[in-house]
């Protein structure tokens, strides 16, 4: 049962444009919602997050955006740049029950210079 | 501050051998996890500790896959005897028990190849 999902595997993008990354959920327990980045051979990297009773969060060029009515979330990258060229999870945490995170199975972003 | 570290960072076997994974959490971190991530999909949990305790290895085939963390710290992941479809990269990630508990920081993996 796959409680995130990302439907976009890849997004290609000009440089100095926006990126749009979407993700729905199912669960509505989920308290906290993360993306990560990851680059080849390396390891996910926390990117950004957001509660559940927030609906924006920023951090310079990236903004995650929630709809807890739609069980949505998107991050936006502004201005996109070369170097943001990875894949991106979506992820969700629970409070209650397992503390563990619920990944999406990401989307491969490419921004072309 | 020195992050998650995994070894081997590559590892091939056949099917039906064993093989082992090792992982060095972020120093204070209480809470030490491993998951796999087959190509395609995102990173499956398989079990979390808390400090040298189990708190959730609902998804680990206990059959074939065991894990332990002695003192608190490091943990080892186990296989035997491998599949074929355990063919994936094998994170470890740790995160604090307090606070942003929820940020969790990934190792570099361990990419497992069976033949």
């Known amino acids: 049962d796959q409680q995130v999902k990302q439907n976009s595997p890849s997004l290609s993008v000009q440089e100095g444009r926006i990126s749009i990354l979407n993700c729905d959920y199912t669960?509505?327990?989920?308290?906290?919602f993360l993306w990560y980045k990851k680059y080849p051979a390396e390891g996910p990297t926390f990117l950004i997050s957001i509660s559940s009773i927030k609906d924006k969060n920023e951090d310079g060029r990236f903004t995650v955006f929630l709809n807890k009515s739609a069980k949505h979330l998107s991050l936006h990258i502004v201005p996109s740049q070369p170097g943001d060229s990875a894949v991106y999870f979506c992820?969700?945490?629970?409070?209650?029950?397992?503390?563990?995170?619920?990944f999406g199975t990401g989307t491969r972003l490419t921004v072309i210079p | 501050e020195a992050g998650v570290a995994q070894s081997p960072r590559y590892k091939i076997i056949e099917k039906r051998q064993s093989v082992a994974f090792w992982c060095n959490p972020i120093?204070?971190?209480?809470?030490l996890y491993w998951y796999q991530q087959i190509l395609g999909q995102g990173p499956k949990l398989l079990i979390q500790f808390q400090n040298n305790g189990v708190v959730d290895d609902s998804q680990l085939p206990k059959d074939r896959f065991s894990a332990e963390r002695l003192k608190g710290v490091d943990s080892t992941l186990k296989i035997q005897p491998a599949k074929l479809e355990d063919s994936a990269v094998y994170l470890c990630?740790?995160?604090?028990?307090?606070?942003?508990?929820?940020?969790?920081?990934f190792g570099p993996g361990t990419r497992l190849t069976v033949t």
């Open positions: 992820a969700s945490w629970a409070e209650t029950g397992a503390n563990n995170l619920f």
């Open positions: 669960n509505s327990m989920f308290d906290y």
């Open positions: 120093s204070g971190h209480a809470t």
């Open positions: 990630a740790s995160s604090q028990t307090s606070g942003a508990s929820y940020e969790q920081y």
